[in-house]
């Protein structure tokens, strides 16, 4: 394996092929939301696919239809066993996409949903996922208005795996993005780390955690819609999912060119997540959430901002957790209980994969 | 296994679970496009998701943003091989989703792209698929603005399956679906049928079919946008993918209410796809193309969208192959070369799995 850099022009001088990561063959890690993840859309799809909507690196693309603007998104779900404690797969499709449009400011409105099922999946397994999807859908008032059905061969899936796209009506004249981001910026974290992670890892056979931890699988549009709807000016917002607190902050720091100071004692963990952690080796600031987000706000609209999102049953835990300290530095700063400054972690790759 | 109306209300007097088909677990065969797949469809999806939108049948949605219409959907690829005489599952996944589009008389204009990537695949191959979308999406001047990547682990997927959503814009003010079907128009087939189930066949390991055959897929948005332009009072529109001809026109049946007449000697099917299909015991009515469709048009529109077709590469042989009989009644008749009229068969499952 050679890295990138070695490429020579072949005889002919043509030019070297898109550089190839380190890595000639995809690993797990690749999917799982840290460095890797980020390599491979960097040097593999960027380059095919470069435009001004995937370079804003957005959990979606806003586009304008005439005088409209709506987002657009696309996620798919793996998630591994299908039913984990507080979710399964198809509230996770229907939240995780409803989360993405969300993170724009958008108003989700409609979405598809694209099976590829295994060949032998029961069919008692597909209704009761086709039903989750259909009460998380009405929950959010989102149409299911399009899909699509594929089946593959047993031994060539895993049950079902779900794909959702989803558009929402973008309703502000906000540039919610990394791009929008301010030295002075406050963050503000909407709850607790890493429950959807170490629930699903609980769900899973041959691992005994004892907890009765469920996962914070969650809408997210509507707190964000009352931020909005108040007037908060917000500048970024991002769900905190493969990756986790830490992926979240590296990628908006690295796109924004800031540098993020984050205060560890601000960060609320609950006593079971930290536990599992600490058994598993993992760092909660890089465990996998599916309803908890970060939003940049000003430092004056952070008082209403924490109010609004306090009055939600999904932000009751909000807190302020950290600062953008400057522009033309990018780097993720962790402030220890001791006032130590350390370099905050990037995960290199999936920690716990076919978490989403 | 009981049939759905055996379902009797259990002890406590709820209702009946949804209804489940005849078998008690997915076959592959739910996802050929179908008898079993529209079973699945109408017995699962629809009664979880029914809204308006599903329940036109249309290959997309069609959206009303304030003054704008738009079309929306979405398609998973699982064709294997992912390389086949003709094509890649890239190109597929850009134009099998701006053809869904197209069928709605929309101009295709942002997909999304979500990879489910199994480990150990060559990051080569990824490379290539993305350069052939890259290149896919270029030539239909659409842009891939969202995107998603997970890796499942080896012997969890088949190298790659691909899954892309898609918007259009409407710019037209017709209601291009089923229920605009009438009495008297007439079925317009846009060129022969059956390469790509034959062409993906022959790429496959250990079937040996001596043709150079290449698949049809091609973008279908191009000859649409031109009927449209040109004024023709288009009522229907569908490509002929899983299934092929005989699923498209029974579906349109269906959902219309009308009873429909083909012509067997006006439906052209090249002499090595006639061939192939003689010796793997298919009928080429029911094979998939991913680069042809059926228009249903007034007569009087025929010679004018016959004329506008045939000057596009992917029309050059489109003929009047049909036409509805009269509402009130479904069902599709084939009239043979010696005028024998019998009812054209739906094709009950796969018979080519992941062919698309």
Redesign the interface.
């Known amino acids: 394996m050679s890295a990138a850099g070695d490429c020579l022009p072949d005889e002919d001088g043509a030019a070297c092929?898109?550089p190839?990561?380190d890595?000639?063959?995809?690993?797990?890690?690749?999917?799982?939301g840290g460095r890797l993840?980020q390599e491979?859309?960097g040097r593999?799809?960027l380059p095919?696919?470069g435009?001004a909507?995937?370079a804003a690196r957005t959990d979606?693309?806003v586009?304008a239809?005439?005088?409209?603007r709506?987002a657009?998104?696309?996620?798919?779900?793996?998630v591994r066993p299908l039913f984990f404690a507080g979710g399964d797969i198809g509230r996770l499709a229907v939240f995780g996409t409803v989360n993405d449009l969300a993170m724009c400011g958008a108003r989700p409105?409609?979405i598809?949903?694209?099976?590829?099922?295994?060949?032998?999946?029961?069919?008692?397994v597909?209704?009761a996922v086709?039903?989750s999807?259909?009460a998380a859908?009405s929950a959010c008032a989102v149409?299911?208005?399009?899909?699509?059905?594929?089946?593959?061969?047993h031994?060539?899936?895993?049950g079902l795996?779900l794909?959702t796209?989803g558009?929402g009506?973008v309703g502000h004249g906000l540039d919610i993005a990394p791009r929008a981001v301010r030295a002075g910026d406050v963050i503000v974290l909407s709850g607790d780390l890493g429950r959807h992670g170490i629930a699903v890892m609980a769900s899973r056979e041959g691992l005994r955690l004892e907890t009765d931890l469920t996962s914070d699988l969650a809408a997210l549009h509507e707190p964000v819609l009352d931020l909005l709807d108040a007037g908060i000016e917000i500048h970024c917002l991002r769900d905190l999912t493969r990756g986790g607190l830490s992926a979240a902050l590296h990628e908006i720091a690295d796109a924004a060119g800031v540098g993020i100071d984050v205060e560890e004692t601000a960060i609320p963990v609950h006593p079971d997540v930290a536990a599992a952690c600490e058994l598993l080796g993992l760092d909660p600031m890089q465990v996998a959430c599916e309803g908890r987000f970060i939003a940049f706000v000003p430092a004056s609209d952070l008082p209403r901002a924490l109010q609004l999102l306090r009055g939600h049953p999904v932000g009751r835990a909000a807190a302020a957790v950290g600062s953008v300290s400057r522009r033309g530095a990018s780097g993720v700063t962790l402030v220890t209980a001791t006032g130590v400054r350390r370099a905050l972690d990037l995960p290199s790759g999936?920690l716990l994969?076919?978490i989403c």
Chains 1, 2 share one sequence.
Not at 143 to 153: A, H, L, P, R, S
């Open positions: 092929p898109l190839a990561t890595h000639a063959r995809v690993l797990l890690a690749h999917g799982g993840m491979l859309i593999v799809f095919a696919f435009n909507q995937l979606s693309a586009i239809i005439g005088a409209q709506i657009f998104t696309t996620d798919s779900y793996v409105k409609w598809s949903a694209g099976f590829i099922i295994e060949e032998g999946l029961e069919l008692g597909l209704q086709t039903e999807m259909r859908a149409e299911v208005v399009t899909g699509d059905t594929k089946v593959v061969e031994g060539r899936g895993d795996y794909n796209a558009i009506v999936e994969p076919r």
